[in-house]
């Protein structure tokens, strides 16, 4: 039985619908059902303790416990305070076989509307573990990289032997994590150091987490290898992209209930998630309009048949704004100054800092009124509205219930085997950034193939030889790009 202490979620008594909805996403995800079953026996993550922080869903809770199938143990929270799904982390705190009485679950540390405080506090408790040597997890699974900065600012402030002043801080959620790290680091204390000193390594599920893993290696202060599931081709080509095409659209009309079809849709960046977008909108019906600072994507737009340019050029004329980019600063209170009346902004991109939120509450007399949870409407002084979806944080997990199950099995296929990778082969990964083996990457589209009955053709040995490939892959280069 779960201690009480040992888990937080909104509300036991909805672990049933969530179960219901669970093992209806089962059938949806092939790649980890498969995996479940082909390492039954061998059980390659007994011994892991898996601290995860990653949108706590119906997907997750299969990921959950898949990784609990393969004999790990696991903590979890969700990696953005409006994504949880309160029924699916009922579910995962009662367990299949518990009940809101006894749940016998995993400790998840997760609600729909945490404040930013209770969101690195619910990071805090999943990265503490009792009864062991170091009081932590020994491998970490990651969405955007918040577990994975709490533990490397926390040996870099041990080391430094102080943490900055909470003065300092950039920003609220700045000011949130130097508050914790005050709280936990005393002098001399090695809380920090000693947690990572286990922690054999970390997967890293999107874009924004990656790029932070990079940076930290570029700079020499990694702490512990890494693996970029975010690049798997069938993570980064099928979540970012059709994921995005399924949610984004589903977030905006579950808010909204607005009829896209003709209007003017703005979305600012044409990467995978943008593609994605691009493309949902424009199946509705919408007149599409990207903006780019890359000339290849830019030209991959335009030649898509969507028409590029500034933001400055379609501010006024745009009924729809939704920012892709992982970057900051991509639509500015100026820019919603000039807005039309009832256009509606939103952001699927990882972080929150990609629509300028802080500058929106400062103009001059606008008001801001909840519609309901997750839909704002911003009034300006002369009766101008603007609709805000999710604050500003990503509007497919806030507004609506995020990827569907199928693509996320694909995602979390590559994330199951990444963990596998890291524990049970730490000789093959000294501390750097890797991304998943080609051949683990196919293993994970094969696995989705007969649910759809897709019939692939048998490369003959003779052609094999012919384009230099092995009959069993795999089948291309690494620097191929699908
Ligand atoms: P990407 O790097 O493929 O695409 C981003 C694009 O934005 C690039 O083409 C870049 O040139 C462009 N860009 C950068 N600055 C810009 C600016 N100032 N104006 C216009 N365009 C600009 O990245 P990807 O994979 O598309 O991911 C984008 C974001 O979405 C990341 O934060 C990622 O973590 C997140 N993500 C969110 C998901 C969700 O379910 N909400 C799912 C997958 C990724």
New binding site residues.
């Given amino acids: 039985v779960l201690n009480p202490s040992d888990f937080k979620v909104a509300d036991l008594s909805l672990a049933e619908f969530g179960r219901k909805e669970i093992t209806l996403a089962e059938h949806e995800m092939p790649g980890l059902m498969a995996i479940r079953k082909e390492y039954a026996a061998s059980q390659p993550l007994a011994g892991a303790r898996i601290m995860g922080s990653l949108h706590m869903t119906v997907q997750t809770a299969v990921l959950i416990e898949t990784l609990v199938a393969l004999g790990a143990e696991v903590r979890w929270v969700s990696c953005n305070i409006f994504s949880t799904q309160d029924h699916a982390a009922a579910a995962v705190a009662v367990g299949p076989n518990g009940t809101p009485d006894s749940p016998q679950g995993i400790p998840v540390f997760a609600w729909k509307g945490e404040t930013l405080e209770e969101y690195w506090w619910c990071t805090e408790q999943a990265l503490t573990w009792p009864n062991t040597p170091t009081g932590g997890p020994n491998m970490i699974l990651d969405d ?1 990289g918040d577990a994975t900065l709490l533990v490397h600012k926390g040996v870099e402030y041990e080391k430094a032997g102080k943490v900055p002043s909470v003065d300092t801080a950039e920003n609220d959620e700045h000011r949130v994590i130097l508050q914790l790290l005050n709280r936990t680091i005393t002098e001399g204390s090695q809380k920090w150091t000693k947690l990572a000193s286990e922690i054999r390594g970390v997967t890293e599920e ?4 990656v790029h932070r893993l990079y940076e930290m290696h570029r700079d020499g202060t990694l702490l512990f290898p890494a693996i970029n599931v ?1 690049d798997a081709v069938t993570k ?1 080509k099928f ?2 992209k059709y ?2 095409r399924h ?1 984004l659209i589903d977030g905006i009309n579950r808010a909204t209930d607005v009829l896209i079809g003709g209007k003017t849709a703005v979305v ?7 593609k994605g977008c691009a493309e949902s909108l424009r199946g509705q019906g919408a007149r599409v309009i990207i ?4 000339p290849i ?1 830019a030209l991959q737009a335009a030649m898509d048949g969507f028409q590029v340019t500034t933001l400055d050029e379609v501010i006024d004329k745009g009924d729809i704004f939704v920012t ?4 900051k600063d ?1 639509i500015m209170a100026a820019d919603m100054a000039k807005m039309k009346h009832q256009a509606i902004i939103g952001n ?4 929150d800092n990609e629509i300028d939120m802080a500058g929106l509450a400062q103009i001059p007399g606008i008001v801001k009124d909840e519609v309901k949870p997750q839909v704002h409407t911003w009034t300006f002084p002369d009766g101008k509205v603007l609709i805000v979806l999710s604050e500003g944080r ?1 509007l ?2 806030g507004n609506a219930t ?2 569907p199950s199928f693509v996320m099995s694909n995602s979390f296929a590559d994330q199951t085997l990444a963990q596998i990778e890291l524990f049970t082969k730490p000789a093959e990964y000294p501390t750097d950034v890797y991304v998943l083996p080609k051949h683990l990457d196919e293993k994970v589209a094969r696995l989705h193939l007969d649910a759809l009955g897709v019939k692939l053709t048998e490369l003959r040995p003779e052609q094999a030889d012919y384009i230099g490939v092995k009959v069993e892959g795999p089948y291309k280069p690494d620097h191929y790009r699908y």
């Fill in positions: 955007g999107t874009t924004t987490g975010n980064s979540d970012n994921g995005c949610s600012c960046g044409y990467g995978d998630v943008g903006t780019e600072i890359d994507c892709t980019t992982g970057n991509i699927i991109g990882h972080f990503l497919n997990l995020g990827h």
